[in-house]
């Protein structure tokens, strides 16, 4: 299979972000916490005593203080304001309770409290903040949702759901708690939003199948709320193969099922960066990502997905100048795209590198990248890359690049699309950005693409496979495109072609290629042909009346003029002055008709002294003499 | 009808400096149709000739065109120097009556014929002087004999002005069909695609204007009916011919002796000043039609053609069938327009493009139009001055036939319309016309 390799493409399609955030790594002292809603973590130093760092991405919400160890911590957390600490410590009392500290400007103001769950005998699985103020304590008896209020102190319980639980997991961006019960038989998404629980649809899992902690992520991806679960064939429950992960769509996602296909089995890792799902493997120490907004073939509402590419490692990351040892059984991966080493004390995010997505492909795959890539916040500049590569190539990549155009035009139609209709209702809906991160117009096109290679021996193929595809796509040609198309075949001497085009409106109809072509006249005359079709079709009657005129036309640019109502302004002298050079029978009818049009108007024939016509008055009376 | 062949006298090529002494008349005849008349007559015939041409030039540096004797008229034709084509045609020789000129011969199509009689040779066998002269009766012979006897030029306006008829594709499949060339011409740079048809309408022309009209003139009048018949008698398609098959050799390409029977033209391809030596590789699946043209210093080799053959198979068949689906749909439409009882026909000059309301199918030739109404259509045509750049015409026949050609930006239009009316009535039902077929089209106003 032809290989294709973006030049200057990175080997790579994922990195750590450089540098790391570094921490006290984990140690017979240090505990090391993470909060996955704040991306934060905490070294907690001899339970507090000799000190709490908290560290994240963001600088501004470091710091670090004190506090007196009063057990081991569980789980630590900041309110999403910063101003509340709530820390979940395992005490032999087993009481189920939550301490809370307030903070001002990221310094403990010495105000403690704690709160007790309301079901006494429960175990405190977990808690979240979903909003500032309000924290949901997940037990093993159900969700208590309850208001804090930090002055007073005090928490007040504003809901609860029993549900027998023995897990769960949580996912920050769309506020959904997923229970798990009947140990990991049944599955149940709570949505913590609007100081409420609600109950969502359970999940339908194979009761035979039941699945574990370690299996299940609640992610955000694509504007639906998916619990991504990853199914292992096992010898015990008679499924075999390799491992698939199976996105149920919890909120949105039209109720269509996402199978993701990885031909791996072992040890998994999940990520999400910009609407791609990134699974990491560390026997074969690989990340695949997967695209499920890819055009795909449903079956059932099933959509089934390969990987984009192929699976490729993260780019070798580097701590105190040395490379760290990647997929490494330290790591802790959160969604969605945090990768912790506990041991070494790094925290990075994930990036992608989408010129990477190009390094290395089939030809046919091409297309499909560029479709991945159309859907990626920056993706346009390895898709100009990709182009301008296949246009130098366009021996042979022809097919793949008008694959590309149609990728791209595509895109471009649906929001146009959606613009329209938008327009026409007059609703305001701010989402374009979202669902269409990369656009790519035709002006883009030629001054990205297409202007570059004035010089390729295969233009003329390009633009034609370019037109097509805007064609194929209901697009009106427009003036830059345009523009460049006639250039291209006038000087590439495919001026055949471009007739064809302009008789089929494959160019659009626009004053300006009218012009275009009647410039080309002098050469190839039936340019000139086409060019006052498309002006008659155009209605650009003023404009024909010019153009006859100066071919030395005088009576056809009178007719003319007179069917547009044009002919009482038109100059005496510019149509005498053409009516000269046609020849004396066209220059006594049009003198007399002029006269005519000056008795009419003005009541007398005579040329006035403005018009500057003297020297045709001359020259018919030397006609009239002559004859 | 106009019956070419029975109105053909004779037909002859000479070349004076060919036996230029006295016992050499002979070998001036290049070529003499019919061929068993015998050689004193054609002697007498060409002597004849010779001498009118000759006499004629001390009174033009133009060449003599035309000499009419009471009983016959010689055409003269000089496509390259000392070259000349003589077409010798029968006129009624009883005096008829004034207004009765049914039989008369419009002698511009008689011009046209020997015109493109001339242009068809110069494309399959070169110019006359670069032939060996010792060569030239021998390839005359096996050019000409075959030609004339199977060019029957029937009454039909398509015949009266020989143009291209262009299929009007929507703009989808016309892109599908120029994607294919370029795929194919990117592919195998050595071949240059240089025409794509289907049925008898051309889609894409990759010629000048003059070679395409001939070459397609040689496929729609030689190559393809004969396939298309081959195709009737083969029955069901066979699964090989669906995918497409090179139809010149007729034989299809199939071992390296078919490789030396392609056969070379003479063309001016679109990017060329002058006309070079190509071999002429024409295919062919389900209507569609594909002819290339290969350098002459090109290594013709078996396995690019087989390569070549997998290649386009299967592209073409699938676009055949989408244009087949067009037609189809085309046809659908227009068949709810109820016909309309007049007659037009278009012409443009710059891309040869003919279009006409008359069934131009050559199975069941017209007879609705009189020759007579083709003549004065034919006078129209060849007299530039009637009609000039622009202009418009009108003549009424004796048995009501109103005839309007209209002239403008390098196209004709004429429409033929039989009904007692007067001439504003005409004049009126053209413009109609005129704004319902030729819209979007810009003719000079009056």
């Given at each position: 299979?032809?290989?294709?390799?973006?030049?200057?493409?990175d080997?790579?399609?994922l990195s750590?972000?450089?540098?790391?955030k570094?921490?006290d790594?984990?140690?017979?002292?240090t505990?090391?916490f993470f909060?996955d809603t704040?991306?934060?973590?905490?070294?907690v130093?001899?339970?507090g005593?000799?000190?709490?760092?908290?560290?994240?991405?963001?600088?501004?919400?470091?710091?670090s203080?004190?506090?007196e160890?009063?057990g081991?911590?569980?789980?630590i957390k900041?309110?999403?304001d910063h101003?509340v600490?709530?820390?979940q410590r395992?005490?032999d009392?087993?009481?189920?309770?939550?301490e809370?500290?307030?903070?001002?400007?990221?310094?403990?103001t010495?105000?403690e409290?704690?709160?007790?769950?309301?079901?006494?005998n429960a175990?405190?699985?977990?808690?979240?903040?979903?909003?500032?103020n309000?924290?949901?304590f997940?037990?093993?008896?159900g969700?208590?949702?309850?208001?804090?209020?930090?002055?007073?102190k005090q928490?007040?319980?504003?809901k609860?759901t029993s549900f027998s639980?023995?897990?769960?997991?949580?996912?920050?961006q769309?506020?959904?708690?997923?229970?798990?019960g009947?140990n990991g038989?049944?599955?149940?998404?709570?949505?913590?939003?609007?100081s409420?629980?609600?109950k969502l649809?359970k999940?339908?899992?194979?009761?035979t199948?039941?699945?574990v902690?370690?299996?299940?992520?609640?992610?955000?991806?694509?504007?639906?709320?998916w619990?991504?679960?990853?199914?292992?064939?096992s010898?015990?429950?008679?499924?075999s193969g390799?491992t698939?992960?199976?996105?149920?769509?919890?909120?949105?996602?039209?109720?269509?099922?996402?199978i993701?296909?990885?031909g791996?089995?072992?040890r998994?890792?999940?990520?999400?960066?910009?609407?791609?799902?990134v699974?990491?493997?560390?026997?074969?120490?690989?990340?695949?990502?997967?695209?499920?907004m890819?055009e795909?073939?449903?079956?059932n509402?099933?959509a089934n997905?390969?990987?984009?590419?192929?699976?490729?490692?993260?780019k070798?990351?580097?701590?105190?100048?040395?490379?760290?040892?990647?997929?490494?059984?330290?790591?802790v991966?959160?969604?969605?795209?945090?990768?912790i080493?506990?041991?070494?004390?790094c925290?990075?995010?994930?990036?992608?590198?989408?010129?990477?997505?190009?390094?290395?492909?089939?030809k046919d795959?091409?297309?499909?990248?560029?479709?991945?890539l159309?859907?990626r916040?920056?993706g346009?500049?390895t898709i100009?890359?990709?182009?301008n590569?296949?246009?130098?190539?366009?021996?042979?990549?022809?097919?793949?690049l008008s694959?590309?155009?149609?990728?791209?035009?595509?895109?471009?139609?649906?929001w146009?699309?959606?613009?329209?209709?938008r327009?026409?209702?007059?609703?305001?809906?701010?989402k374009?950005?979202?669902t269409?991160?990369?656009?790519?117009?035709?002006?883009?096109?030629?001054?990205?693409?297409l202007?570059?290679?004035?010089?390729?021996?295969?233009?003329?193929q390009?633009?034609?496979?370019?037109?097509s595809?805007?064609?194929?796509?209901?697009?009106?040609v427009?003036q830059?495109v345009?523009?460049?198309?006639?250039?291209?075949?006038v000087?590439?001497g495919?001026s055949?072609?471009l007739?064809?085009?302009?008789?089929?409106?494959?160019?659009?109809?626009?004053?300006?290629?009218a012009?275009q072509?009647?410039?080309?006249?002098?050469?190839?005359p039936?340019a000139?042909?086409l060019?006052?079709?498309?002006?008659?079709r155009?209605?650009?009657?003023e404009?024909i009346?010019?153009?006859?005129?100066?071919?030395?036309?005088?009576?056809?640019?009178a007719g003319a003029?007179r069917?547009c109502?044009v002919w009482?302004?038109?100059?005496?002298?510019?149509?005498?002055?053409a009516?000269k050079?046609?020849?004396?029978?066209?220059?006594r009818?049009?003198?007399?008709?002029?006269l005519a049009?000056?008795?009419?108007?003005?009541g007398s024939?005579h040329?006035?002294k403005?018009?500057?016509?003297e020297?045709?008055i001359?020259?018919y009376?030397q006609?009239?003499?002559d004859? | 009808?106009i019956?070419i062949?029975?109105k053909?006298?004779?037909f002859?090529?000479?070349?004076?400096?060919?036996?230029?002494?006295?016992?050499?008349e002979l070998k001036r005849?290049?070529?003499?149709?019919?061929?068993?008349?015998n050689?004193?007559?054609?002697?007498?015939q060409?002597?004849?000739?010779?001498?009118?041409?000759?006499?004629m030039?001390?009174?033009?540096?133009?060449?003599?065109?035309?000499?009419?004797?009471?009983?016959?008229?010689?055409?003269?034709?000089q496509?390259?120097?000392?070259f000349?084509?003589?077409?010798?045609?029968?006129i009624p020789?009883a005096?008829?009556?004034?207004?009765?000129i049914?039989?008369a011969?419009?002698?511009a199509?008689?011009y046209d014929?020997?015109?493109s009689?001339?242009?068809m040779?110069?494309?399959?066998?070169?110019?006359?002087?670069?032939?060996?002269?010792?060569?030239t009766?021998a390839?005359?012979?096996?050019?000409?004999?075959?030609?004339?006897?199977s060019?029957?030029i029937?009454?039909?306006?398509?015949n009266?002005?020989?143009?291209?008829?262009?299929?009007p594709?929507?703009?989808?499949?016309?892109?599908?069909?120029?994607?294919?060339i370029?795929?194919l011409e990117?592919?195998?740079?050595?071949?240059?695609c240089?025409?794509?048809?289907?049925?008898?309408?051309?889609?894409?022309?990759g010629?000048?204007?003059?070679d395409?009209?001939?070459?397609y003139?040689?496929?729609?009048?030689?190559?393809?009916?004969?396939?298309?018949?081959?195709?009737?008698?083969g029955g069901?398609?066979t699964?090989?011919?669906?995918h497409?098959?090179?139809?010149?050799?007729?034989e299809g390409?199939?071992?390296?002796?078919?490789?030396?029977?392609?056969i070379?033209?003479?063309?001016i391809?679109?990017d060329?000043n002058?006309?070079?030596a190509?071999?002429?590789?024409?295919?062919?699946?389900?209507?569609?039609?594909?002819s290339f043209?290969?350098?002459?210093?090109?290594n013709?080799d078996?396995s690019?053609?087989?390569?070549l053959?997998?290649?386009?198979?299967?592209?073409l068949?699938?676009i055949?069938?989408?244009?087949?689906?067009?037609?189809?749909?085309?046809a659908?439409?227009?068949a709810?327009?109820?016909?309309?009882?007049h007659k037009?026909?278009?012409?443009?000059k710059?891309?040869?493009a003919?279009?006409?309301s008359?069934?131009?199918n050559s199975?069941?030739?017209?007879?609705a139009?009189?020759?007579?109404?083709?003549?004065?259509?034919a006078?129209?045509h060849?007299?530039?001055k009637?009609?000039?750049k622009?202009?418009?015409?009108?003549?009424?026949?004796p048995?009501?036939?109103w005839?309007?050609?209209?002239?403008?930006?390098d196209?004709e239009?004429?429409?033929?319309m039989q009904?007692?009316?007067?001439?504003?009535?005409i004049a009126?039902?053209?413009?109609?016309?005129?704004?319902?077929?030729?819209?979007?089209?810009?003719f000079?106003p009056?």
């Amino acid at each position: 299979m032809a290989e294709f390799c973006l030049h200057d493409s990175d080997q790579y399609y994922l990195s750590l972000s450089e540098p790391p955030k570094r921490f006290d790594p984990n140690s017979p002292v240090t505990n090391v916490f993470f909060d996955d809603t704040n991306g934060q973590v905490f070294t907690v130093r001899s339970g507090g005593v000799t000190g709490v760092t908290v560290n994240g991405l963001d600088d501004s919400k470091s710091t670090s203080f004190r506090m007196e160890d009063k057990g081991p911590i569980i789980s630590i957390k900041f309110s999403p304001d910063h101003k509340v600490l709530a820390i979940q410590r395992n005490v032999d009392a087993q009481t189920p309770s939550v301490e809370f500290a307030n903070f001002k400007d990221l310094v403990p103001t010495n105000v403690e409290y704690s709160h007790t769950c309301k079901w006494k005998n429960a175990k405190i699985l977990g808690f979240v903040w979903p909003k500032v103020n309000e924290i949901a304590f997940i037990t093993d008896y159900g969700i208590e949702l309850l208001q804090v209020f930090p002055e007073k102190k005090q928490l007040k319980t504003l809901k609860s759901t029993s549900f027998s639980c023995a897990w769960f997991s949580w996912c920050a961006q769309s506020n959904i708690v997923v229970l798990a019960g009947n140990n990991g038989a049944l599955l149940q998404p709570f949505s913590l939003s609007s100081s409420n629980i609600t109950k969502l649809q359970k999940l339908e899992l194979d009761a035979t199948r039941p699945v574990v902690e370690r299996d299940v992520f609640v992610i955000r991806l694509c504007e639906a709320t998916w619990c991504a679960i990853f199914r292992h064939g096992s010898p015990s429950t008679s499924v075999s193969g390799p491992t698939e992960v199976c996105l149920m769509p919890i909120t949105g996602g039209n109720g269509i099922l996402h199978i993701l296909k990885t031909g791996l089995v072992g040890r998994f890792a999940v990520s999400v960066i910009d609407n791609l799902l990134v699974i990491h493997h560390q026997s074969s120490q690989t990340s695949q990502i997967f695209d499920i907004m890819e055009e795909s073939k449903r079956d059932n509402n099933t959509a089934n997905h390969l990987p984009i590419v192929s699976g490729v490692s993260m780019k070798p990351a580097l701590v105190d100048g040395q490379e760290c040892p990647m997929y490494s059984g330290n790591w802790v991966v959160f969604q969605p795209d945090y990768i912790i080493d506990a041991r070494l004390g790094c925290l990075w995010k994930v990036n992608l590198i989408h010129s990477g997505l190009a390094h290395s492909l089939s030809k046919d795959e091409i297309p499909k990248v560029v479709g991945a890539l159309l859907r990626r916040q920056g993706g346009n500049d390895t898709i100009y890359r990709i182009l301008n590569q296949l246009v130098t190539n366009a021996d042979t990549h022809l097919v793949e690049l008008s694959r590309v155009f149609d990728e791209i035009n595509s895109v471009y139609r649906k929001w146009a699309d959606i613009e329209v209709a938008r327009n026409t209702a007059g609703q305001v809906v701010e989402k374009g950005s979202d669902t269409f991160p990369v656009l790519i117009s035709q002006t883009d096109m030629c001054s990205h693409v297409l202007q570059a290679h004035a010089d390729d021996k295969y233009l003329v193929q390009v633009v034609t496979a370019y037109l097509s595809s805007l064609s194929l796509h209901n697009m009106t040609v427009q003036q830059p495109v345009a523009e460049i198309s006639v250039r291209t075949l006038v000087t590439r001497g495919a001026s055949g072609r471009l007739r064809s085009l302009v008789r089929r409106g494959c160019l659009g109809e626009e004053q300006l290629l009218a012009c275009q072509l009647l410039s080309l006249g002098h050469f190839d005359p039936a340019a000139a042909q086409l060019a006052l079709d498309m002006m008659c079709r155009l209605k650009a009657h003023e404009e024909i009346v010019e153009v006859l005129l100066s071919w030395n036309e005088p009576v056809s640019a009178a007719g003319a003029a007179r069917q547009c109502g044009v002919w009482g302004a038109l100059p005496a002298r510019k149509v005498l002055s053409a009516a000269k050079v046609h020849g004396p029978a066209a220059f006594r009818a049009l003198y007399h008709a002029l006269l005519a049009r000056n008795e009419r108007e003005r009541g007398s024939p005579h040329f006035l002294k403005g018009e500057q016509c003297e020297i045709y008055i001359e020259y018919y009376k030397q006609l009239m003499e002559d004859s | 009808m106009i019956d070419i062949i029975n109105k053909i006298d004779s037909f002859f090529i000479f070349n004076s400096n060919f036996g230029p002494r006295e016992g050499d008349e002979l070998k001036r005849i290049l070529y003499f149709y019919p061929g068993q008349v015998n050689s004193d007559i054609q002697k007498t015939q060409v002597g004849l000739c010779e001498a009118v041409v000759k006499f004629m030039t001390t009174f033009s540096s133009a060449p003599c065109e035309a000499l009419q004797t009471q009983s016959k008229r010689y055409i003269f034709y000089q496509p390259e120097r000392n070259f000349w084509m003589v077409l010798v045609i029968c006129i009624p020789y009883a005096t008829k009556l004034p207004g009765d000129i049914k039989d008369a011969v419009e002698p511009a199509i008689m011009y046209d014929f020997m015109i493109s009689s001339y242009k068809m040779f110069r494309m399959f066998m070169g110019l006359f002087r670069e032939i060996l002269p010792e060569d030239t009766y021998a390839i005359c012979e096996k050019f000409f004999t075959p030609y004339i006897s199977s060019r029957n030029i029937r009454n039909d306006l398509s015949n009266v002005i020989q143009g291209i008829n262009y299929l009007p594709l929507e703009k989808n499949t016309f892109f599908k069909v120029i994607c294919f060339i370029d795929l194919l011409e990117v592919n195998y740079p050595d071949f240059k695609c240089i025409s794509f048809l289907y049925n008898d309408q051309l889609i894409w022309n990759g010629l000048c204007k003059d070679d395409m009209l001939t070459l397609y003139q040689y496929l729609i009048h030689n190559l393809l009916p004969k396939q298309v018949e081959k195709e009737i008698q083969g029955g069901a398609v066979t699964a090989a011919e669906r995918h497409g098959r090179f139809i010149s050799p007729p034989e299809g390409i199939h071992s390296e002796d078919d490789l030396k029977k392609i056969i070379k033209v003479y063309l001016i391809r679109e990017d060329d000043n002058e006309a070079k030596a190509y071999y002429l590789v024409i295919y062919r699946t389900l209507s569609a039609t594909v002819s290339f043209t290969v350098d002459e210093n090109t290594n013709l080799d078996l396995s690019t053609f087989r390569s070549l053959d997998t290649f386009i198979g299967p592209k073409l068949s699938t676009i055949a069938s989408s244009i087949g689906e067009q037609c189809t749909m085309h046809a659908l439409v227009n068949a709810q327009i109820t016909p309309t009882d007049h007659k037009f026909l278009y012409f443009n000059k710059l891309n040869l493009a003919l279009k006409t309301s008359m069934p131009s199918n050559s199975l069941n030739p017209s007879t609705a139009v009189s020759p007579e109404v083709l003549n004065i259509i034919a006078e129209v045509h060849n007299d530039h001055k009637s009609l000039g750049k622009y202009g418009e015409i009108i003549i009424k026949t004796p048995d009501e036939y109103w005839i309007t050609g209209k002239s403008s930006n390098d196209r004709e239009f004429y429409v033929v319309m039989q009904k007692n009316a007067n001439l504003k009535e005409i004049a009126d039902e053209v413009k109609r016309i005129c704004e319902m077929q030729m819209k979007g089209i810009f003719f000079y106003p009056m």
